[in-house]
């Protein structure tokens, strides 16, 4: 069995569990739990060093799965789905404990209510901007962008978790970013 064979029986395997968790079955939930929670908790380990926070929101990823079982059909690829939720719950917790730190260092300026709102609208704007862009560029190429440069995840990491090679991984963000800069240049330009 090749190496793409074994990645999309895998995907279909996973798929399945997903739709059985969505029709309500208790037992699927459990198979993807037994399946995933030890590689999930080591995956933790890149962001948090406290053994016993990253086996808590492990165990809260699979909760919130449960409770929104009725989503789950929205989701092509479920193990890439559960390592972004892990890294996302994880991460929050390694921002808040950062902001409260400088906090307490009195490091903290906290910006006018002005200057928030300028950030905010202008982050909407980018946001918007970039959004409109991504639409436009292939599925694949969209997803490998995605997962580096807003959830974070390094080349090495795509590549495992969508099962393919690194090197098709930084062809993906080549195409993404030659895409993204022509697109910018056009609305900066307007």
């Known amino acids: 069995m090749t190496k793409q064979n074994k990645a999309k029986e895998l995907i279909s395997e996973d798929m ?10 208790y037992e699927a939930i459990t198979l993807l739990f037994k399946k995933y929670y030890k590689d999930l ?9 406290n053994i016993h926070v990253i086996e808590e929101k492990v165990a809260d990823v699979f909760i919130a799965l449960w409770d929104n079982k009725n989503k789950l059909n929205e989701i092509n690829n479920p193990k890439s789905y559960l390592y972004v939720i892990v890294k996302n719950n994880l991460r929050k917790i390694t921002t808040t404990h950062h902001v409260d730190t400088i906090r307490i260092n009195n490091h903290f300026k906290t910006p006018s ?24 560029i ?3 190429t969209r997803q490998v962008f995605e997962l580096s440069r807003i959830d974070g995840f390094k080349y090495k990491e795509i590549s495992e978790l969508l ?4 090197k098709t991984v930084e062809n993906h963000m080549g ?11 056009k609305y900066k330009n307007k």
């Open 16 to 25: 399945l569990l997903f739709k059985k968790i969505n029709k309500g079955d």
């Open 41 to 49: 908790c080591n995956f933790g380990k890149t962001y948090e060093t």
């Open 113 to 136: 209510i002005e200057d928030e709102i300028i950030i905010k609208e202008q982050m909407e704007i980018n946001k918007n901007i970039i959004t409109n862009i991504l639409d436009d």
């Open 138 to 140: 292939p599925k694949r």
């Open 163 to 166: 099962e393919i090679s690194p």
């Open 175 to 185: 195409l993404a970013l030659k895409y993204i800069n022509k697109s910018m240049s």
